[in-house]
């Protein structure tokens, strides 16, 4: 199994151009984000604390457990990123006259034209397209900036 280092050091090879660093702050959040929100639509039928469960709550789980493998403190941002997506999911869901699954298609499909402009400014075909993988990879690689900017050693 790669290392954290490895994984992200893999990643920045093709993510160099500043646009393309740019685009990426904004759109590989907002497709976390709209993954995480379709998911939430999908409801189960448990209920926890007058909380229904729904498929994104167990993703984030899943997924938190990928990223604690790579590294415990980078984990903990994306599972911290994770429950932000989840409360941002709900206050749409209750809040926004629109179905929650429609404003997370719109996000995601304005996001994914975002990021394949960038790879076009950068001349470098998207990392995922090597290894699928890499669609994880890409938030922790943002949050590794994050942490790195406030010296938390990941």
């Known amino acids: ?3 954290v280092n490895q994984w992200l050091e893999e990643y920045g090879e093709s993510h160099k151009n500043e646009t393309n660093k740019s685009i990426h702050w904004i759109c ?3 497709i976390f984000f709209s993954i995480v929100g379709l998911l939430y639509s999908i409801k189960l039928p448990w209920i926890i604390d007058t909380h229904t469960v729904n498929v994104a709550m167990i993703a984030i789980l899943l997924i938190t457990i990928y990223y604690l493998r790579l ?4 984990g903990i941002g994306m599972f911290i990123f994770g429950v932000i997506c989840l ?4 206050l749409i869901e209750k809040y926004v006259p629109a179905p929650l699954w429609l404003v997370c298609v719109i996000i995601f499909v304005l996001a994914w034209i975002g990021q394949f ?3 076009h400014v950068e001349g ?3 990392s995922f397209l090597k290894d699928i993988q890499f669609l994880l990879i890409g938030p922790m690689w943002l949050m590794s900036f994050i942490y790195s900017a406030i010296g938390i050693r990941y």
């Open 1 to 3: 199994m790669r290392t």
């Open 71 to 74: 590294s415990l403190p980078l």
């Open 87 to 90: 409360f941002i999911a709900h």
């Open 124 to 126: 470098k075909k998207p």
């Open 28 to 30: 590989v959040p907002a």
């Open 117 to 119: 402009y960038g790879h």
